[in-house]
Structures are given as C-alpha cells and as structure tokens.
C-alpha cells in the first residue's frame, strides 16, 4: 500500500511560501540527495489545484532544467480538486467528489509513494483526514518574517518525528507521521 508523503521547504518561524526568495543559499548536494531520493521513490505526485495550474503552466514549456522538466511531465500526477473539471497535463488525473475516499482507494492501488509538496492547503487536509503517512520538512536557518505558514488557524495534529539530520548549511532535515491516539 502506498503511503502519501508530504515535502516542504520552510522557515524556522513556519513560512513556506516563495521560497525561491530565502532557499537557494541553503542549497547543496545533502540536499539535493534528499529531494533526488523523494523524486525517485515517487510512483506518482498528488498536488492541489493551485500548485497544478502553476507547474503545468511553467513544466511542459521549461527551457531551464530539463532533466527536471522531463521528470515531471512524464510522471503520474493526481489533482485534489473539486472545481477544476479537465487537466490537459500529461498523465494526470482529476481526483473530486468523495476525494478522502478516492485517496484511500488509490493509497491501495499504487506501489510506491505518493509525493505531494507546495500546497499548504492540501497538507493540512490530509492531515485533518487521517491520509498523511509522513510530513518530511527541511528546516532552513532563517527567519522569513512574513508569509504563508505551513500550519496556520488549525486544529491540534500531535506528530512523532521519526528521523532527523542535520545538513552542513545548518538545515533540518525532519520527518514526522501522525503521532497514535
């Protein structure tokens, strides 16, 4: 059975949002293994409208890392949604209506994992919906000040952190999954 594995770059104090602005100094190749190994484990992307309009708008078309562009466009992606009604990018596929219960049948028709990452929304809704295995974030050693946060206005997740490491740039890399009872 598959497992929904969530990935976010963020800020100590929470932000996740562009994090093109405040990530990129961070970069190295501990981190690049890292977001190399969750790319290839990925038998499919699962993504929320807003993430899917974006990324199929900019990957079809990227001039700019090709072996990233042909990755993602060739892979199997799944849309959350309920008010888009067609996704024309390749391989992928509308999941509305019962989507909690369309999740958990798909959870148990893939092998591998099921990648989702940038969508703050759709995290949080795995989480409320018991559909989140894993939550792997790689915390950056800075304080952004202003954006979107990870976790905002939401109900109480209690999660155990089951890995840690830490990267020489001074990056957490962390993953949790919802912790029982």
Do not use: C
């Not at 079809?60 to 199997?76: G, H, I, L, S, W």
């Not at 800075?142 to 209690?158: C, K, N, Q, S, W």
């Amino acid at each position: 059975m598959a497992e929904i594995i969530s990935n976010f770059f963020i800020s100590v104090d929470g932000v996740i949002e562009s994090p093109d602005q405040w990530h990129f100094p961070y970069w190295n190749d501990e981190m690049g293994a890292v977001v190399e190994a969750g790319m290839q484990s990925a038998a499919a992307f699962l993504m929320g409208r807003k993430l899917y309009e974006e990324w199929s708008a900019y990957w079809p078309t990227a001039d700019a890392d090709q072996d990233v562009a042909v990755f993602f466009n060739n892979a199997r992606k799944y849309v959350v949604t309920n008010t888009l009604e067609k996704a024309d990018w390749n391989n992928t596929t509308v999941i509305s209506g019962d989507v909690a219960a369309r999740l958990r049948e798909l959870k148990k028709q893939t092998d591998g994992d099921i990648q989702m990452s940038g969508s703050a929304t759709t995290v949080r809704w795995l989480l409320a919906n018991g559909l989140l295995d894993k939550l792997n974030l790689l915390v950056h050693p800075i304080v952004v000040g202003r954006g979107r946060r990870l976790f905002e206005d939401t109900p109480t997740h209690p999660l155990k952190l089951v890995r840690s490491e830490t990267f020489q740039t001074g990056v957490l890399n962390l993953t949790y999954v919802p912790a029982a009872g």
